[in-house]
């Protein structure tokens, strides 16, 4: 029976490209889809839209499906980690700061908690777009 937060994707082997899955005795690698950190709202064009991000998989959605931009090292970097995270090999939090790094590469503003200050933290928009 599969949990309906974890998904078996099955594994084939596809050279060193699928380093980072996490194959399961059974030949499957589980993702995790409710890892969570914390919340990070993102405000996107001039304040028009804003997206809230609680869990790995509402990060993976975004990152692949809304992001203004698809180029950057900071992106690529949110969407390896993403998946490192799904997957069960990277904490979460991990996640939570590399998304903060490519919402201000893409120009977009984060407000998030700080959990070690337990403070909100307003990270501004960077001035290349």
């Not at 050279?15 to 690698?29: K, V």
């Not at 180029?71 to 904490?91: H, I, P, S």
């Not at 201000?104 to 990270?123: C, K, P």
Request: net charge negative; glycine share 6%; hydrophobic share 45%.
């Amino acid at each position: 029976m599969v949990d309906e937060h974890v998904w078996p994707i099955p594994v084939r082997n596809h050279g060193p490209a699928l380093a980072l899955a996490a194959p399961q005795s059974s030949g499957t690698m589980r993702f995790d889809m409710l890892r969570n950190f914390p919340t990070i709202i993102l405000v996107f064009a001039e304040g028009k839209d804003r997206r809230v991000i609680r869990t790995a998989r509402e990060a993976a959605q975004l990152l692949l499906k809304e992001w203004p931009i698809d180029d950057g090292e900071e992106f690529f970097t949110a969407v390896r980690t993403c998946l490192e995270v799904l997957t069960g090999d990277t904490e979460p939090e991990i996640l939570h700061e590399a998304i903060v790094r490519a919402a201000y590469e893409a120009g977009i503003a984060a407000i998030t908690t700080d959990n070690s200050l337990g403070v909100l933290r307003i990270y501004p928009v960077s001035q290349v777009r």
